[in-house]
């Protein structure tokens, strides 16, 4: 690829929790100031995934975070909710990319050229990067959800189906911020 190419990378976290929104982040990378250790941030502690968040946000050549809610997420199903989360986050970057790559096998409806990668978030820099701002976002949504409804225990599970959680929802009914649309919460309205 050529080097000049200005290609943004495209990931999103919390597609599967039970509540809150679905984030994207959408990120340049400059060749000139690379980000060492950047992986999947599945792959990372929390607070490696911090460090590396605030090193991204410092050398990036740009970078944008994106959430679709709840509620929308209900409205429009998860997907499409993603999809859009992920066209937001591209949207907002202060510099337009000459491409765009994004993890996973389908592509949201943006202007520039894009490509889906499987597992890009292992494979490709930028996405890798893009992941990691998502996931800290999502995860710093989640603890202030927490501030909101410690019943639940976001802090911990940041709103996967765990036991824990569903045990919650049986005891509490669902928060408004819960995804009305999901089996586990529908099941306990």
Known sequence: ??????????????????????????????????????????????????????QIKDSALAWSVASVSAEEIDQINILQATMKAMKLAVEGLSIAPDKVEVDGNRCP?????????????AKVQAISAASILAKVERD????????????????????????????????????PLHRRTFSPVKKVL
Not at 140 to 164: A, C, D, N, V, W
């Open 140 to 175: 710093r949504q989640m603890i202030e959800l927490h501030q909101r409804y410690p019943q639940y225990g976001f802090e911990s599970h940041k709103g996967y189906g765990t036991k824990q959680h569903i045990a919650a929802l049986q005891q509490h009914g669902a928060c």
């Open 109 to 121: 409806d943006i202007a520039y050229p894009v490509e889906a990668i499987v597992k890009g978030d």
């Open 1 to 54: 690829m050529n080097s000049d190419l200005l290609l943004a990378g495209v990931d999103e976290a919390g597609r599967g929790p039970l509540v809150g929104s679905v984030v994207a982040a959408a990120v340049i990378l400059n060749p000139d100031k690379p980000v060492a250790g950047l992986a999947d941030s599945k792959k990372l502690s929390e607070s490696r995934r911090q460090q590396l968040a605030e």
